[in-house]
C-alpha cells in the first residue's frame, strides 16, 4: 500500500509557462516533505522541502504548496526551462527514512 | 552539501554471485542510508547504517541478504548477496544534510544488472 503516490506518470509544458506537480500522501503523521529532481544516471538532487507546520515554501523558480486537510502537496515550476526536464519525486519523512512516490517524468519543449 | 561517491557505478553480475557496494562521504556523518530503486518503481529505504553499531533494516530486508558495514564515520558498504535478476536495481546511499536533520542528500547510484 502506498503512503506517498505520484499519480502522473509524465507531464509535458511549454518553456515559459508553469508546471504542476501533483502528490498525496495517506499518513496525517508525516512531519516534513521534500521534493527530489533525478536526471538519469544520476542520483536524485533535494529540490525543496517542507514542514508540515506550513502550508507554503518558496525557493526562486520552485514553490511548494501543503493541503493537509487533503493529504496533498504540489510543486509549482515558474517559469519552466528546458533543464527542468527530468523525474521529480516526492518524498515523506518518517522518523528518518524518506518514502518515495513513484515520480513525475516533466519535459519541458522549448 | 555532502559530496558523496560510490563505487562501482555500474557492474553487471551472474545470479548466484555477491557484490559489494561503497559508499563514501567527504564528511564525517552519524547516519548513513541504503536504498534501492527497482526498475519502474520508487526509491525503497533498505537499511540505516550507523557507526558502532548493527545496521537497522526495513520490513522485507534482511541482514544475511544485504549485509552491511560502517567502519567509520565517512565509509559504509552493502553487500548483495546471492543475486538473482529480481535484485536488478539501482542502489544508492544517503545522508543527512549538515545543516538540516530533515534534508538527505544522495549519491550517485549503482546501477546493478544480474543475469
Known amino acids: 500500500d502506498q503512503q506517498v503516490k505520484q499519480n502522473s506518470p509524465s507531464l509535458s509544458v511549454q518553456e515559459g509557462r508553469i508546471s504542476i506537480l501533483n502528490c498525496d500522501y495517506t499518513?496525517?503523521?508525516?512531519?516534513?516533505f521534500l521534493w527530489y529532481k533525478k536526471y538519469p544516471a544520476e542520483g536524485p538532487t533535494f529540490l525543496i522541502s517542507?514542514?508540515?507546520?506550513?502550508d507554503k515554501n518558496e525557493d526562486g523558480r520552485f514553490t511548494v504548496f501543503l493541503n493537509k486537510s487533503a493529504k496533498h502537496l504540489s510543486l509549482h515550476i515558474v517559469p519552466s526551462q528546458p533543464g527542468d526536464s527530468a523525474v521529480y519525486f516526492c518524498?515523506?519523512?518518517?522518523?528518518?527514512?524518506?518514502?518515495f512516490g513513484k515520480g513525475t517524468t516533466l519535459s519541458v519543449s522549448s | 552539501s555532502a559530496v558523496i561517491s560510490q563505487k562501482p557505478s555500474r557492474d553487471i553480475c551472474q545470479r548466484g554471485t555477491s557484490l559489494t557496494i561503497q559508499c563514501q562521504v567527504d564528511?564525517?556523518?552519524?547516519?548513513m542510508f541504503w536504498y534501492r530503486q527497482q526498475p519502474g518503481q520508487s526509491l525503497t529505504l533498505i537499511a540505516t547504517?550507523?557507526?558502532?553499531?548493527?545496521?537497522?533494516?526495513e520490513s522485507g530486508f534482511v541482514i544475511d541478504k544485504f549485509p552491511i558495514s560502517r567502519p567509520n564515520l565517512t565509509f559504509s558498504t552493502l553487500t548483495v548477496s546471492n543475486m538473482s535478476p529480481e535484485d536488478s536495481s539501482i542502489y544508492l546511499c544517503?545522508?543527512?544534510?549538515?545543516?538540516?536533520?530533515?534534508?538527505?542528500?544522495f549519491g550517485p547510484g549503482t546501477r546493478l544488472t544480474v543475469t
Open positions: 499518513n496525517s503523521m508525516f512531519d516534513y
Open positions: 517542507i514542514s508540515s507546520i506550513k
Open positions: 564528511s564525517q556523518v552519524t547516519m
Open positions: 547504517a550507523n557507526q558502532g553499531s548493527e545496521a537497522t533494516y
Open positions: 544517503s545522508v543527512f544534510s549538515d545543516t538540516s536533520s530533515y534534508e538527505q542528500y
Open positions: 518524498a515523506a519523512l518518517a522518523g528518518t527514512a524518506l518514502i
